[in-house]
């Protein structure tokens, strides 16, 4: 509707700019007053029995303007041209520099005013008795509704509002950012609109679509107006995931760990997004052209709407939306170090988004191929399933908190993508079962396989889950877990059921004992042991005493800090060479990708 913004307010009610200058309007009324007193003949002019000079420029001099047109002027009546984008968007970056942020009070005084306003409304209403007594109950509660004014920002005094035409130009271009993906160009748009016309400041996800419109020094001043307990808040989380997002960095993991379950049903689409994250790993503006090709695609807006999780890109996004390797921007910003931080953020991202788009693109079109009928909560299973798939754990009421998780826990979002992957089987719809059943199939089929393989080649497999080591390939004094974080739970499973556990060291080495001498909720407890972050990990052994296998805690702070601090990669391959020499740095390759590699001293014969 032309004037309206769609939010129930009319643009056209503020107080429009001038298309023209005024002191250039006033010039041309003078001058066609002029022209029309020269048609009256008037001294030195035309009159209407004098022969009119043919049309053309006169000799030596500039050409005749057209009709009703002052000399070098424009038509009055000449429509103005529309603002350009980037004039708009710079009126609109000028106008957030100068805003700031309402006090509290400011806004209740607001709020008061039109409760007043109601209230006098309301019994102006009562106070007419000609009206039906339904009638006066329903135009009362019309003078309830409506939301209490909440103008949170501020906006800088003596700066033109926008106008209806630069309010339309940024909006179309919020549409057109997002051809395929309504809901957020709805979100997107609604947003702006609050912004620029009621004084809103957007919602975090709301910045991050904005982000992608208008630019990065956009959503930079829009997170400058966020509340100080808000800043405070992101900061703190933001400082306490820095030893997570170093553990993950330095490697390309995503595909033999979180990528590992659609590896093997969806060997194309796996393989696919290898060049991708490679690409990635080197060039910023690589992954964004991969990120932006993929969110142009036509299906895209399906995969969003149904909520596919593709991890975003930039500083607009909220903690709890990044991926939770990753969950921390201060780790990028360490010297020397954060390069290889963000390098490897980059490649993660950029897998995991590019598997499952392209896995949840292809199994769309292969079941519209086939004649089937897709509905919109095929669609919605079929995204939780490859969210489950690739290590994004839905936490429901909690993800809000992931960046506490993340900070007391390794990992919470893959630990509960394990169990939800198994009970998509049971959770998903009919048609999207079946293509549960058939990865699931494959991942456990190709790791069977695996494992048989090598055994036949001589060596070393434990084939006992209640071992620490069950599932992992044994070569020398390293072993291999290429399960993608179902090891443990799967083990820890065996364990709390039987209450029986196999010695891995020590004297009794390879006996059956009871479950951690027997303890009630022995493996329970020590099954949170094993999946704490650094930190709270660290407290726990210092006040045990040992680490979680037994060992004294390290009297040296260097010691300490290495434990918690070195990425995963370089950990493992270190140990690797210093046990094994060259054997154990090629054994530690897999570990780049994604594979759990793990080096002790003495191990358990496997089958003994």
Same mark, same amino acid.
């Given at each position: 509707?032309?004037?309206?913004?769609?939010?129930?307010?009319?643009?056209?009610?503020?107080?429009?700019?001038?298309?023209?200058?005024?002191?250039?309007?006033?010039?041309?009324?003078?001058?066609?007053?002029?022209?029309?007193?020269?048609?009256?003949?008037?001294?030195?002019?035309?009159?209407?029995?004098?022969?009119?000079?043919?049309?053309?420029?006169?000799?030596?001099?500039?050409?005749?303007?057209?009709?009703?047109?002052?000399?070098?002027?424009?038509?009055?009546?000449?429509?103005?041209?529309?603002?350009?984008?980037?004039?708009?968007?710079?009126?609109?970056?000028?106008?957030?520099?100068?805003?700031?942020?309402?006090?509290?009070?400011?806004?209740?005084?607001?709020?008061?005013?039109?409760?007043?306003?109601?209230?006098?409304?309301?019994?102006?209403?009562?106070?007419?008795?000609?009206?039906?007594?339904?009638?006066?109950?329903?135009?009362?509660?019309?003078?309830?509704?409506?939301?209490?004014?909440?103008?949170?920002?501020?906006?800088?005094?003596?700066?033109?509002?926008?106008?209806?035409?630069?309010?339309?130009?940024?909006?179309?271009?919020?549409?057109?950012?997002?051809?395929?993906?309504?809901?957020?160009?709805?979100?997107?748009?609604?947003?702006?609109?609050?912004?620029?016309?009621?004084?809103?400041?957007?919602?975090?996800?709301?910045?991050?679509?904005?982000?992608?419109?208008?630019?990065?020094?956009?959503?930079?001043?829009?997170?400058?107006?966020?509340?100080?307990?808000?800043?405070?808040?992101?900061?703190?989380?933001?400082?306490?995931?820095?030893?997570?997002?170093?553990?993950?960095?330095?490697?390309?993991?995503?595909?033999?760990?979180?990528?590992?379950?659609?590896?093997?049903?969806?060997?194309?689409?796996?393989?696919?997004?290898?060049?991708?994250? =490679?690409?990635?790993?080197?060039?910023?503006?690589?992954?964004?052209?991969?990120?932006?090709?993929?969110?142009?695609?036509?299906?895209?807006?399906?995969?969003?709407?149904?909520?596919?999780?593709?991890?975003?890109?930039?500083?607009?996004?909220?903690?709890?939306?990044?991926?939770?390797?990753?969950?921390?921007?201060?780790?990028?910003?360490?010297?020397?170090?954060?390069?290889?931080?963000?390098?490897?953020?980059?490649?993660?991202?950029?897998?995991?988004?590019?598997?499952?788009?392209?896995?949840?693109?292809?199994?769309?079109?292969?079941?519209?191929?086939?004649?089937?009928?897709?509905?919109?909560?095929?669609?919605?299973?079929?995204? %939780?399933?490859?969210?489950?798939?690739?290590?994004?754990?839905?936490?429901?009421?909690?993800?809000?908190?992931?960046?506490?998780?993340?900070?007391?826990?390794?990992?919470?979002?893959?630990?509960?993508?394990?169990?939800?992957?198994?009970?998509?089987?049971?959770?998903?719809?009919?048609?999207?079962?079946?293509?549960?059943?058939?990865?699931? =199939?494959?991942?456990?089929?190709?790791?069977?396989?695996?494992?048989?393989?090598?055994?036949?080649?001589?060596?070393?497999?434990?084939?006992?889950?209640?071992?620490?080591?069950?599932?992992?390939?044994?070569?020398?004094?390293?072993?291999?877990?290429?399960?993608?974080?179902?090891?443990?739970?799967?083990?820890?499973?065996?364990?709390?059921?039987?209450?029986?556990?196999?010695?891995?060291?020590?004297?009794?080495?390879?006996?059956?004992?009871?479950?951690?001498?027997?303890?009630?909720?022995?493996?329970?407890?020590?099954?949170?042991?094993?999946?704490?972050?650094?930190?709270?990990?660290?407290?726990?052994?210092?006040?045990?005493?040992?680490?979680?296998?037994?060992?004294?805690?390290?009297?040296?702070?260097?010691?300490?800090?290495?434990?918690?601090?070195?990425?995963?990669?370089?950990? %493992?391959?270190?140990?690797?060479?210093?046990?094994?020499?060259?054997?154990?740095?090629?054994?530690?390759?897999?570990?780049?990708?994604?594979?759990?590699?793990?080096?002790?001293?003495? =191990?358990?014969?496997?089958?003994?």
């Amino acid at each position: 509707a032309q004037g309206t913004l769609g939010l129930g307010g009319k643009i056209g009610a503020q107080e429009p700019v001038p298309l023209i200058d005024p002191a250039q309007v006033a010039e041309r009324q003078r001058l066609a007053q002029e022209a029309q007193a020269g048609q009256q003949g008037l001294p030195g002019t035309i009159s209407p029995q004098q022969d009119i000079p043919p049309s053309g420029p006169p000799a030596g001099g500039p050409p005749h303007p057209p009709a009703g047109v002052p000399p070098g002027g424009i038509p009055l009546d000449a429509p103005s041209p529309p603002p350009s984008f980037e004039d708009a968007r710079t009126k609109l970056l000028t106008l957030l520099k100068g805003t700031v942020r309402n006090t509290r009070r400011e806004t209740e005084k607001l709020r008061a005013a039109e409760r007043m306003r109601r209230g006098g409304a309301i019994e102006a209403i009562r106070g007419r008795p000609e009206l039906s007594a339904q009638s006066r109950f329903q135009m009362i509660r019309g003078a309830q509704r409506g939301e209490m004014p909440l103008e949170e920002l501020v906006f800088p005094r003596g700066m033109a509002p926008f106008t209806e035409a630069e309010g339309d130009v940024l909006g179309r271009a919020i549409f057109e950012k997002f051809p395929h993906r309504g809901q957020t160009a709805a979100n997107a748009y609604e947003a702006f609109a609050g912004l620029v016309f009621q004084q809103r400041l957007p919602r975090r996800f709301e910045v991050r679509a904005l982000e992608e419109v208008f630019g990065k020094d956009v959503m930079q001043e829009l997170l400058r107006l966020r509340s100080l307990p808000e800043k405070a808040w992101e900061n703190v989380m933001d400082a306490i995931n820095i030893p997570r997002s170093l553990l993950s960095s330095f490697d390309v993991s995503a595909p033999l760990r979180q990528g590992a379950v659609l590896g093997p049903s969806h060997p194309t689409e796996w393989a696919g997004s290898f060049n991708p994250m =490679l690409r990635a790993l080197t060039s910023e503006k690589r992954a964004l052209e991969f990120d932006s090709l993929m969110r142009a695609d036509a299906l895209f807006g399906a995969a969003d709407e149904a909520g596919l999780y593709t991890a975003p890109f930039g500083k607009g996004a909220e903690l709890s939306q990044l991926e939770e390797s990753f969950i921390s921007r201060m780790a990028e910003r360490i010297p020397l170090v954060g390069v290889g931080v963000k390098a490897s953020q980059r490649a993660y991202v950029t897998f995991l988004n590019q598997l499952r788009f392209r896995v949840f693109k292809n199994t769309v079109r292969s079941w519209q191929r086939a004649g089937k009928e897709v509905t919109p909560r095929d669609m919605e299973t079929l995204a %939780d399933f490859l969210n489950a798939a690739t290590g994004r754990g839905n936490l429901g009421a909690i993800a809000q908190y992931t960046p506490a998780l993340n900070a007391a826990f390794f990992s919470p979002r893959l630990q509960v993508s394990r169990v939800q992957s198994i009970t998509s089987l049971v959770t998903a719809t009919p048609l999207v079962r079946k293509e549960v059943a058939r990865s699931l =199939l494959a991942f456990f089929g190709a790791g069977a396989t695996i494992l048989s393989l090598v055994k036949l080649s001589g060596n070393k497999v434990e084939t006992d889950p209640r071992s620490s080591l069950f599932g992992r390939i044994q070569v020398g004094k390293t072993n291999l877990d290429f399960w993608g974080s179902f090891q443990p739970q799967a083990r820890y499973l065996a364990q709390f059921i039987t209450d029986e556990k196999k010695t891995l060291m020590g004297p009794r080495t390879g006996r059956i004992e009871p479950v951690y001498g027997g303890r009630v909720g022995g493996t329970a407890q020590r099954f949170v042991r094993t999946k704490l972050a650094p930190f709270p990990a660290g407290t726990w052994d210092w006040l045990q005493g040992e680490n979680i296998i037994g060992e004294p805690v390290p009297e040296s702070v260097g010691k300490e800090f290495y434990d918690r601090l070195t990425p995963l990669f370089v950990r %493992d391959l270190y140990e690797a060479v210093e046990e094994q020499g060259l054997t154990g740095a090629a054994l530690a390759v897999p570990g780049a990708f994604g594979v759990s590699v793990q080096t002790i001293p003495e =191990l358990v014969p496997a089958g003994r």
